[in-house]
Nanobody
């Protein structure tokens, strides 16, 4: 199982940008399909984006071209570049990893999770 640590969250004004990072350690990172989810208090953790072990990507509809997921297997890191941020993007963002479920948007398919990083977008 891989261990994940997110970073890069913070406070930003609407229209601004942030880049989240997720550093992985443990097993072979390149074999894992990775994803970002987000959660606000009182709501279920929701899918944001995923990137397969081969680099293919998929996004939630609400992203609307504003976010980009990428990975650097030489650094064992996955990124989420977030542009044109909106107050509704305020949430705790979690990185997740799975070997078995390519392209999954379902949180229960992911066995490894980071601790989360807070993103707050002010209006």
């Amino acid at each position: 199982q891989v261990q994940l640590v997110e970073s890069g969250g913070g406070l930003v004004q609407a229209g601004g940008s942030l880049r989240l990072s997720c550093a992985a350690s443990g097993r072979t990172f390149s074999n894992y399909h990775m994803a970002w989810f987000r959660q606000v208090p009182g709501k279920r953790r929701g899918f944001v984006a995923t990137i397969g072990s081969g680099g293919s990507t998929a996004y939630a509809d609400f992203v609307k071209g504003r976010f980009t997921i990428s990975r650097d297997n030489t650094k064992n890191t996955v990124y989420l570049q977030m542009n044109s941020l909106e107050p509704d993007d305020t949430a705790v963002y979690y990185c997740a990893a799975t070997q078995a479920f390519y392209g999954s948007r379902v949180s229960t398919d992911y066995r490894s999770w980071g601790q989360g990083t807070q993103v707050t977008v002010s209006s």
